[in-house]
């Protein structure tokens, strides 16, 4: 019988907790990542902010978190497995940062720091999403949480260099001042309940490049699993 390990990984968009994810999935010998873009609901379900008539993709009503936890228990339920049918738009989305990191890091990594982990009988569900902590079902579901983030300027300079993104029915790309009319005031709103939780992993890449912010992410995992 396996051990099931769980991970949340949030943060607000483009802090670096995909790119935080796909390296520990580098490194880790049986990791799955579920990625909480993956269920987002259908395009025209997506709720319309009203003071801008924008599709609001990054409230709580966008995401369909029943979903989302019953993909997460499934997982810790079959040793790592996903639902069939499972279909991750999210893997098309290759903007994120873990191609970038050197292959001394990655050694470090797999030969010292996470060797406690890796291992045949450890399996882990790495969850990646804005909005983990914020659904108490899926919180619960996590062993592990840890929280990426950055500053306002960082940001929103990362997220306007992006082209666009893979969704359920089609391909979305920010209209003009996107970032300011919805995603930094959602993270704001959504992000407070994170002041109350204890046994949070919080780090700021803003002050940590991704090779220290994975090095200090394994090391914590080491400490809690």
């Known amino acids: 019988m396996k051990k099931v390990y769980t991970i949340g990984i949030s943060g607000p968009s483009c802090s670096g907790k995909t790119t935080v994810a796909r390296i520990l999935r580098q490194v880790l010998k049986h990791t799955v990542i579920v990625y909480q873009d993956d269920f987002y609901k259908p395009d025209s379900e997506i709720p319309i902010d009203e003071k801008t008539q924008l599709a609001n993709w990054d409230c709580p009503g966008s995401v369909n978190f029943d979903q989302l936890a019953e993909c997460i228990h499934y997982a810790r339920e079959h040793e790592g497995r996903l639902p069939a049918g499972h279909d991750s738009k999210e893997e098309s989305n290759i903007h994120d940062g873990s191609s970038l990191v050197n292959k001394e890091i990655l050694a470090e990594l797999k030969n010292k720091i996470l060797e406690p982990l890796i291992s045949d009988d450890k ?98 995992l080491c400490k809690e699993l």
């Open 123 to 220: 399996v882990f569900v790495v969850v990646d999403g804005f909005m983990l902590y914020w659904d108490e079902r899926v919180s619960q579901l996590l062993d592990c949480k840890i929280f990426v983030t950055g500053s306002y300027a960082t940001l929103k300079s990362r997220r306007e260099e992006r082209q666009g993104y893979h969704t359920a029915e089609g391909y979305w790309v920010d209209p003009p001042g996107y970032f300011d009319l919805i995603v930094w005031p959602e993270h704001v709103k959504q992000s407070h309940h994170n002041k109350t939780m204890t046994h949070l992993f919080t780090i700021d890449t803003d002050e940590n490049s991704i090779e220290e912010t994975t090095l200090k992410v394994s090391n914590y």
